[in-house]
């Protein structure tokens, strides 16, 4: 049965009618909700409890649903009004219900008076958060995709990031092999997995678009004996790799600068290119361009590795209705506003023929949402586990952005929402051939493990 405090509390009755509404009585919930006094009702069903729920403040419901839409629901959360102890991507996963119900308004008027029966007062003084600040001057910036979109999300700090990412500051999608193996070596299998894909040999020219801390130019260098130029538009980013190049010694085989793609020099070109986690940034009407720029910076014969996220929902369509109701419930803006000012998701589809339309030949792609998944659940793993040291670092506010950013992320991979695609594209010679074999047998004849274990092997004594 449920634990009840102060049941004369008129303002705890109507936010215990409030939740009751939204999602259901006890028995039919999987979470227990813990109220600002220390009220608790416990889950009735006969699994236990996901998660807690923890209403916080005495106005936090009120704050929460007025205006109903997925934003105010994320700033009840980021403020602390709301609170979710335990698994996250479990509570994420309730809001579409919640949505649904808003979005219905039938459901509305009958809420419409629980919700203004809800306590108020209370209010924290909530002043302009870093987010919302640096969002809105991106949004007014005149070039899409540039420097200060990419040091809004990657600014935050090195040292925050090292708190829950592999040692190598790998911040993409890993591939995991088993499911069973660490993230260290689930990042380490990606970046061998993408060298095998481009069929990397020694003396090849590498770029890598977005190359964040240079990762996969160390592994490419040091590994496949290439000469890597990795560019971001971090200067972070930029200069804890540079560093761990000369720590590493790889000083004469590869580098990390901070330039724009749209910038390198004319008539600059490469054997192979990668893009890891880039095309997000790139609006959908700019896409055939940016990967117009990879075809004139590639040589004939040479090949160019497009790794990014991709929408299944909007592949699928959605009728006026649906999209005119998204829109006034605010999906996605969280992440607009919080997260990635300029990332917007398109589909696979898109992605492939904007490819296409520079001349590059698509040759192979691979799906790897479950993998993203697992990926992300390793971070935040790592994130909670080290809480107190990133808000020592970042505060409250911007641990709690990044704990449910990933968690939403985990959720819409884990749903089939979103996907991950690794699209391997080709610059056709002239007479139409192209330097692949014909089969993807050589990808996966040299076993994987004795190799990595060579490579952190190097990267520990380093």
């Known amino acids: 049965m449920p634990i009840m405090q102060n049941p004369a509390d008129a303002g705890l009755v109507a936010a215990r ?78 809001g579409d219900a919640v949505g649904r119900r808003l979005r219905d308004p039938r459901a509305i008027r009958a809420l419409a008076t629980k919700i203004f029966a809800l306590p108020a007062g209370d209010h924290p003084e909530i002043h302009k958060t870093r987010f919302q600040r640096v969002s809105d001057s991106v949004t007014r910036r005149r070039r899409r995709g540039d420097a200060q979109a990419i040091e809004f999300h990657y600014g935050v700090s090195n040292e925050f990031y090292a708190l829950w990412l592999d040692p190598m500051m790998l911040y993409t999608c890993a591939y995991f092999r088993t499911g069973d193996e660490s993230i260290e070596l689930a990042q380490l299998n990606k970046l061998e997995h993408i060298c095998r894909k481009l069929r990397l040999k020694r003396g090849d020219r590498l770029l890598d678009i977005g190359c964040g801390w240079g990762g996969l130019v160390r592994y490419a260098a040091r590994n496949y004996g290439v000469e890597a130029l990795g560019i971001t538009l971090s200067e972070s980013q930029a200069s804890w790799g540079r560093e761990r190049i ?70 699928r369509g959605e009728p006026i209705a649906s999209r005119l109701a998204a829109r006034i419930w605010k999906r996605g803006e969280f992440i607009q506003r919080y997260v990635f000012p300029d990332a917007r998701l398109v589909p696979a589809a898109h992605v492939i023929s904007s490819a296409e339309q520079s001349g590059l030949e698509l040759r192979d792609v691979e799906g790897l949402r479950e993998h993203y998944t697992l990926t992300l659940r390793h971070w935040i793993r790592e994130l909670e586990k080290n809480r107190d040291a990133a808000i020592e670092l970042v505060g409250e506010r911007t641990y709690r952005v990044w704990r449910l950013y990933m968690s939403a992320g985990a959720e819409r991979f884990h749903s089939a929402k979103l996907n991950i695609i690794q699209t391997l594209l080709s610059k056709p010679h002239e007479d139409g051939t192209a330097e692949l074999p014909w089969t993807r047998e050589d990808i996966y004849s040299a076993p994987y493990p004795s190799e990595l274990e060579k490579t952190l092997e190097l990267r520990t004594s380093a």
């Open 246 to 315: 000369r720590m590493e010694g790889l000083s004469g085989q590869c580098r990390v600068e901070v330039r724009d793609y749209r910038d390198l020099p004319a008539g600059e070109q490469y054997d192979r290119i990668t893009s890891v986690g880039v095309t997000e940034h790139v609006p959908a009407d700019e896409q055939p361009a940016y990967f117009a720029r990879a075809h004139s910076l590639l040589r004939p014969g040479g090949l160019f590795l497009n790794h990014c996220e991709v929408s299944v929902d909007q592949a």
């Open 17 to 94: 009618d409030v939740v009751r509404a939204l999602f259901g009585p006890p028995a039919e919930r999987p979470f227990d909700v813990r109220y600002w006094e220390g009220a608790e009702e416990r889950t009735e069903g006969a699994e236990p409890a996901r998660f807690t729920l923890v209403v916080a403040r005495r106005g936090a419901l009120r704050r929460m649903l007025l205006p109903p839409n997925e934003l105010s629901i994320v700033d009840a959360y980021i403020s602390g009004d709301l609170d979710v102890e335990g698994d996250l991507e479990s509570a994420v996963a309730l």
